[in-house]
């Protein structure tokens, strides 16, 4: 795939989940002052507020690094496409249901843009279902014009990095996560990411799923249109070139966290969300931690697959 390295596959620590969610009801406690954290049969994500085209996130949980920030700054390297049914098989998964934190493919799309991908890749008989959205600039306002993916384009690419999970997409068990009023500094995500971090240190978990920020705001940035005319050499550099709005609950919010990174130069997260309100983009934080509510269904991933990593990496932008 692409003209990078081999696909490389690491196999992640999957504690049984009810292991799981002790360790995160203890460690959430540090950062929400309600916290619920139980095993549960996954709801329905055909049904509101998701919409997804499967019903599950289970069957074969795993997640994927594709691509990466080296590929957009400091310049971007407008040849890194890729597409949903090709990962689908790089992650020994055809068929799978995709979802999390990606770029549109900006050949096909015109521009450059936020993905939120949600996609049922194609298997034998069966077309791909693409229920992704995207988020752009809108030039007539500056402000956020989020759109279906569908109503305009009919393919499964994306453009330098993604971060996703993968999986059957088929009911079964998931870890349930309720959070309300943020206590400390970290973001949801960032409180999982850290809470399996600190619970086991010398292994590496990686969680996907989805959580609805069901109350309040939340921080999040858009690309611009248009790809860096001069180099983007900092974070400040990077941070000043994006577009930063606080958008409102309730959001819907694709997640793939990693612990620790076994060695694969990883993003160790990232979260898009969406909206039925037109609000969608890259998820930092909420901004409202008084009011504040979260209810998120995760999976562990048994595997992680690292799809044509940057030769040559740095650090920059992976906030
Ligand atoms: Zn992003």
């Known amino acids: 795939m692409a003209d990078g390295r081999e696909t490389e596959k690491v196999r992640l620590h999957s504690p049984p989940l009810g292991e799981l969610c002790d360790v995160l009801q203890t460690g959430l406690k540090n950062n929400f002052a309600e916290v619920q954290v139980s095993v549960v049969e996954c709801p329905d994500l055909t049904q509101e507020p998701f919409r997804f085209p499967v019903t599950g996130l289970c069957g074969k949980p795993r997640i994927t690094d594709v691509g990466g920030v080296p590929y957009l700054v400091p310049l971007v390297q407008r040849h890194k496409e890729y597409n949903m049914n090709s990962v689908s098989k790089e992650v020994e998964l055809p068929g799978a249901f995709l979802l999390g934190a990606g770029a549109v493919a900006s050949r096909i799309v015109g521009m450059n843009a936020e993905l939120m991908p949600l996609v049922l890749t194609e298997a034998e008989g069966r077309p791909a279902v693409n229920g992704s959205y995207w988020s752009s600039i809108n030039p007539a306002d500056g402000q956020c014009l989020q759109e279906k ?14 971060n996703l999970y993968a999986c059957e997409g088929k009911p079964g068990q998931v870890i349930e996560v309720r959070a309300k009023r943020r206590t400390g500094a970290e973001s949801l995500v960032g409180a999982l990411r850290k809470t399996l971090e600190a619970h086991y240190p010398d292994k590496s978990l990686a969680l996907g799923g989805t959580f609805v920020i069901q109350k309040g705001k939340a921080k999040i940035h858009i690309m611009p249109r248009e790809f860096p005319v001069c180099p983007l050499h900092t974070n400040d550099d990077v941070n000043s070139w994006l577009k930063h709005f606080e958008v409102s609950a309730p959001l819907i ?13 990883l993003r160790v997260e990232h979260t898009h ?14 901004t409202t931690p008084d009011t504040v509510e979260y209810l998120g269904y995760f999976m562990p991933a048994e595997f ?16």
């Not at 569908?150 to 990095?161: A, P, R, T, V």
């Not at 919010?253 to 130069?265: A, F, N």
């Open 304 to 319: 992680v697959y690292r799809i044509d990593r940057p030769q040559e990496t740095h650090v920059i932008g992976r906030e």
């Open 253 to 265: 919010c694709q997640s793939v966290l990693v612990s620790r990174d076994p060695g694969l130069d």
């Open 273 to 286: 969300c969406f909206s039925h309100h037109g609000e969608g983009g890259h998820y930092y934080i909420d």
């Open 149 to 162: 993916y569908s109503d305009k384009f009919s393919d499964c690419n994306f453009g330098l990095l993604a």
